[in-house]
């Protein structure tokens, strides 16, 4: 079960207040890379601005947790205003519980938004965090990518892994 994720949906302006109160959310960690914007791009995902204040006039609370650089996270923060972490190491658990930590949430009631099973729902199982897959925005070029992409579909045949509807 460390690779099945607690939800899966499109995109990340698709995550709703009743998704996160399912789930017993009121934190999120957010990926950057192919959930906010393409991978290695730098245009937002359309809607990301409205959605982000929703989910605050919900009362979650946002934070980034990325495996980028700072010099790639940076310009991201600013422009959609929310604090980060980046060269988190995920899979590695350290990083989500860093976050966890700043942004002022409990493990039990904070989830990892990602487009990655193989760092992102494995580490937020890792750190005992809800996860919740997202599909990547466009796919990406490198052979490393490819193989990962191609595992995961094994991954999402074996627990029969569905964007959920309802």
């Known amino acids: 079960m460390l690779l099945k994720p607690h939800l899966k ?4 302006t698709d995550i709703e207040k009743r998704h996160l109160d399912m789930l017993g ?13 393409t ?8 809607g990301l601005s409205l959605w982000i204040t929703k ?8 934070y980034i947790l990325s495996n980028a650089r700072g010099s790639r996270v940076l310009p991201f923060s600013k422009k959609i205003g ?4 980046a060269l988190s190491m995920k899979p590695l658990p350290f990083g989500y519980w860093r976050g966890v930590r700043k942004s002022g949430g409990s ?3 904070t989830a990892i938004v990602g487009d990655q099973i193989f760092t992102d729902i494995l580490g937020g199982r890792l750190a005992g965090v809800k ?3 997202l599909t990547p925005i466009l796919p990406e070029d490198k052979m490393s990518f490819k193989i990962r992409r191609k595992l995961e579909k094994l991954v999402f045949k074996i627990h029969k892994i ?4 309802g």
Do not use: P, W
């Open 9 to 12: 949906l499109n995109r990340i």
């Open 25 to 37: 959310v009121g934190c999120l960690l957010i990926d950057i890379d192919n959930t906010v914007s």
């Open 39 to 46: 991978d290695h791009g730098t245009e937002l995902v359309g």
């Open 55 to 62: 989910m605050r006039e919900a009362g979650v609370k946002l």
């Open 82 to 85: 929310l604090d980060y972490i």
């Open 107 to 109: 493990i039990r009631k």
């Open 131 to 133: 996860t919740i897959l």
């Open 162 to 165: 569905e964007d959920f509807k």
